[in-house]
């Protein structure tokens, strides 16, 4: 989840991050959003992570 006016951790860090990984991931972004904005919509928010972690494919073993 990134805030596009988050005065703590500006979106472009969270987006190197997000970008830099190359597992299953959703990017929630909102524009408009500060940090503390971003919880307002916790509810909906939550259930579409849960809905996206649920509906991932389980990573496979590494091989020894």
Known sequence: MLGG???VIPSEFGRKLF???SGPKQLWF???A???DLH???PAAAKEVIEFWNNR???KPARK
């Open 5 to 7: 006016k988050d005065d």
């Open 19 to 21: 970008d830099g990984y």
């Open 30 to 32: 909102n524009p408009e």
């Open 34 to 36: 500060n940090r503390g």
């Open 40 to 42: 307002q919509g916790a």
């Open 57 to 59: 494919e389980a990573p």
